[in-house]
């Protein structure tokens, strides 16, 4: 009898994927930890806006590589980041990586396991780090956002707090002069009843933007007359 089902594994499904903080986290984080010295004065504001325990999904602006630096060292709890596949293809850094609670997606499709993934780091009650705009600015202020992060919170029921990192895009600038990096903190914001994604994206990225300096605020500089966050 012919086979017609369709249905192809997952690789991804055959790796252990980590919801806990592992020793070999631990040590990469201080290595990052040391490494980020030498190039950055992390500045972190408000970092008590993040919830204590519980799921909740930590939204940042995008602008180059090395935010993941100051977005983990700038809190405690460990974050849970989706990255993109290319940066998994090497067996040692995925290994690491993944070690570290990191997960691949890959970009431009519906990836179904990613999404699936994300749910469940958030049902484990850990912290997801999700960069709502998809790619980096590179300094040239905020993207418009993708709704993927307002379904998730929407979905799960968890709170979503907003990051601004700020500073980034100035790294090596006055090398080997530090260069000052500010990570802020919102107050966590809650999906409302009745709420859609477009309009809980919307609060998210206005807050973020009002934790940057001008020149990174982008597409959203200006709220519309009447809008309220």
Same mark, same amino acid.
Request: hydrophobic share 40%; aromatic share 10%; with cysteine.
């Given at each position: 009898?012919?086979?017609?089902?369709?249905?192809?594994?997952?690789?991804?499904?055959?790796?252990?994927?980590?919801?806990?903080?592992?020793?070999?986290?631990?040590?990469?984080?201080? /290595?990052?930890?040391?490494?980020?010295?030498?190039?950055?004065?992390?500045?972190?504001?408000?970092?008590?806006?993040l919830?204590?325990?519980?799921?909740? /999904?930590?939204?940042?602006?995008?602008?180059?590589? &090395?935010?993941?630096?100051?977005?983990?060292?700038?809190?405690?709890?460990?974050?849970?980041?989706?990255?993109?596949?290319?940066?998994? %293809?090497?067996p /040692?850094?995925?290994?690491?990586?993944?070690?570290g609670?990191?997960?691949?997606?890959?970009?431009?499709?519906?990836?179904?396991?990613? #999404?699936?993934?994300?749910?469940k780091?958030?049902?484990?009650? %850990?912290?997801?780090? !999700?960069?709502?705009?998809?790619? %980096?600015?590179?300094?040239?202020?905020?993207?418009?956002? #993708?709704?993927g992060?307002a379904? &998730? *919170?929407?979905?799960?029921?968890?709170?979503?707090?907003?990051? *601004?990192?700020?500073?980034?895009?100035?790294?090596?600038?006055?090398?080997?002069k530090?260069?000052?990096?500010?990570?802020?903190?919102?107050?966590?914001?809650?999906?409302?009843?009745?709420?859609?994604? !477009?309009?809980?994206?919307?609060?998210?990225?206005?807050?973020?933007?009002?934790?940057l300096?001008?020149?990174?605020r982008g597409?959203?500089?200006e709220?519309?007359?009447?809008?309220?966050?």
């Open positions: 009898m012919e086979n017609t089902n369709n249905f192809s594994p997952d690789p991804r499904d055959q790796k252990r994927y980590y919801f806990h903080e592992t020793r070999t986290r631990r040590a990469t984080v201080a /290595i990052l930890k040391a490494f980020a010295w030498f190039i950055m004065q992390i500045e972190a504001r408000d970092a008590e806006n919830p204590s325990e519980g799921a909740v /999904i930590l939204a940042c602006n995008h602008v180059t590589t &090395f935010d993941i630096l100051p977005m983990q060292l700038g809190i405690s709890r460990p974050i849970f980041f989706m990255a993109k596949e290319e940066l998994l %293809r090497n /040692i850094v995925e290994y690491v990586l993944r070690k609670g990191v997960f691949p997606v890959y970009r431009g499709t519906k990836d179904e396991w990613a #999404k699936r993934h994300s749910e780091v958030l049902e484990h009650g %850990r912290v997801l780090g !999700l960069f709502p705009e998809g790619t %980096r600015s590179k300094g040239r202020g905020l993207r418009t956002a #993708k709704t992060t379904r &998730f *919170a929407l979905k799960i029921g968890c709170p979503i707090v907003p990051m *601004a990192v700020d500073g980034s895009h100035r790294l090596f600038e006055n090398f080997p530090r260069t000052k990096v500010t990570v802020t903190l919102g107050e966590p914001i809650y999906p409302q009843p009745d709420e859609g994604p !477009l309009a809980l994206t919307d609060r998210v990225m206005f807050a973020i933007a009002d934790m300096s001008p020149e990174l597409v959203y500089a709220k519309p007359p009447g809008y309220n966050v």
